[in-house]
T-cell receptor, first 115, second 113 residues
Framework: DARVTQTPRDKVTEMGQEVTMRCQPI?????VFWYRQTMMQGLELLAY????????DSGMPKDRFSAEMPDATLATLKIQPSEPRDSAVYFC?????????????FGPGTRLLVL | DAKTTQPTSMDCAEGRAANLPCNHS???????VYWYRQIHSQGPQYIIH???NNETNEMASLIITEDRKSSTLILPHATLRDTAVYYC??????????????FGKGTLLTVNP
């Protein structure tokens, strides 16, 4: 049963520290998404990759957030420096554009608390 | 993407069918109806999607009206583990700039013993 994996599952850090979240997409999927979920805003798209190339990161605060895909099996989301307002659950999802219909499959999320 | 309207919450008795409605009156001809759910503290889970024909898989059935302006997700025999927020999302299947899943507030389905 192929699944998206995310690490760490929980992260507590202090304001100003760097946070790196990792995602392993489902093998063979060529799209990767980063979403953030808060009580106030719900689920928001932060970044989108297709074939490892970033196509949209308009949802990310550019000055502190960065997203990369070093290879097809790893996507990273980095926050530097972190702020209390970044506290949220961050979800990675992967999908495949083959077959004319794309379905996104989500990982379990990384719960981030910035103190 | 077309907007969707869902009830805020619904209750269902365990073992009974849960019928979750969704209105999408401004849906375009090339837009699909997707359903996801989110169980507490978990990531959203894909359930089913369809264009105009009714669809069924191991999780649920999707009934889309002939004019495509509304749909119903059916969980045939709801269990306590089906308690979750259910999201109805309308979007183009793939390609171009229509890759986003825009999540609304969804319907909180509570399955009662």
């Amino acid at each position: 049963d192929a699944r998206v994996t995310q690490t760490p599952r929980d992260k507590v850090t202090e304001m100003g520290q760097e946070v790196t979240m990792r995602c392993q997409p489902i093998l063979g999927h060529n799209t990767v998404f980063w979403y953030r979920q808060t009580m106030m805003q719900g689920l928001e798209l932060l970044a989108y990759f297709r074939n490892r190339a970033p196509l949209d990161d308009s949802g990310m605060p550019k000055d502190r957030f960065s997203a990369e895909m070093p290879d097809a099996t790893l996507a990273t989301l980095k926050i530097q420096p972190s702020e209390p307002r970044d506290s949220a659950v961050y979800f990675c999802a992967s999908g495949s554009t083959s077959g004319g219909s794309e379905t996104q499959y989500f990982g379990p999320g990384t719960r981030l608390l910035v103190l | 993407d077309a907007k969707t309207t869902q009830p805020t919450s619904m209750d269902c008795a365990e073992g009974r069918a849960a019928n979750l409605p969704c209105n999408h009156s401004t849906i375009s001809g090339n837009e699909y109806v997707y359903w996801y759910r989110q169980i507490h503290s978990q990531g959203p889970q894909y359930i089913i999607h369809g264009l105009k024909n009714n669809e069924t898989n191991e999780m649920a059935s999707l009934i889309i009206t002939e004019d495509r302006k509304s749909s119903t997700l059916i969980l045939p025999h709801a269990t306590l583990r089906d308690t979750a927020v259910y999201y109805c999302i309308v979007r183009v299947a793939s390609g171009g700039s229509n890759y986003k899943l825009t999540f609304g507030k969804g319907t909180l389905l509570t399955v009662n013993p």
